[in-house]
T-cell receptor, first 110, second 112 residues
């Protein structure tokens, strides 16, 4: 069974730009959650989608948004990038409480 | 938001010894407590989990205990091996849905 895939794996952007990250969950999983991982703040929850609806949202500014498609694939978007947005963005899919993580997208903002 | 505190932040043990990592949480509604292992360049990997109606769970060399009254849970690794070296994260479920609040992580080093 294929695991969670995230694209792209690495991304370099400049301040003020926007970025879209993609996540394909494990087949059959309807929940997709996104997390930001930084050395200083650790793993922080961004948002969770279930059957195309946002079910939970973390404490991040409105520049961070996401969506889920009917095939459960999910995208997250960050607009007006700031230096502090440099991080590893992780996607996790789940059928029940058990969350399975992808390898992440490493975003660097210059 | 609700917090999960994890300690120690670093732990060094000799091969064959046991390692214990402890976490506390503040959200009374949390009912699911997983532990993840993250190796360099990879996403976190689920190694064991426990639900609020269970006090202890064991899987080979790994065990987790939960004290809901005190709001703390612990990971125990016995007979540690060098390949156990990694960063370990505890987490607690967020009120509804499957989202998680994570601890800051413990960097475990097992020396031969």
């Amino acid at each position: 069974k294929a695991g969670v895939t995230q694209t792209p794996r690495y991304l370099i952007k400049t301040r003020g730009q926007q970025v879209t990250l993609s996540c394909s969950p494990i087949s059959g999983h309807r929940s997709v959650s996104w997390y930001q991982q930084t050395p200083g703040q650790g793993l922080q929850f961004l948002f969770e989608y279930f059957s195309e609806t946002q079910r939970n949202k973390g404490n991040f500014p409105g520049r961070f948004s996401g969506r889920q498609f009917s095939n459960s694939r999910s995208e997250m978007n960050v607009s007006t990038l700031e230096l502090g947005d440099s991080a590893l963005y992780l996607c996790a899919s789940s059928l029940d409480f058990e969350q399975f993580f992808g390898p992440g997208t490493r975003l660097t903002v210059l | 938001g609700e917090n999960v505190e994890q300690h120690p932040s670093t732990l060094s043990v000799q091969e064959g010894d046991s390692a214990v990592i402890k976490c506390t949480y503040s959200d009374s509604a949390s009912n699911y407590f997983p532990w993840y292992k993250q190796e360099l360049g990879k996403g976190p990997q689920l190694i064991i989990d426990i639900r609020s109606n269970v006090g202890e769970k064991k899987d080979q060399r790994i065990a987790v205990t939960l004290n809901k009254t005190a709001k703390h849970f612990s990971l125990h690794i016995t007979e540690t091996q060098p390949e156990d070296s990694a960063v370990y994260f505890c987490a607690a479920s967020i009120n509804s849905g499957y989202a998680l609040n994570f601890g800051k992580g413990t960097s475990l080093l097992v020396t031969p």
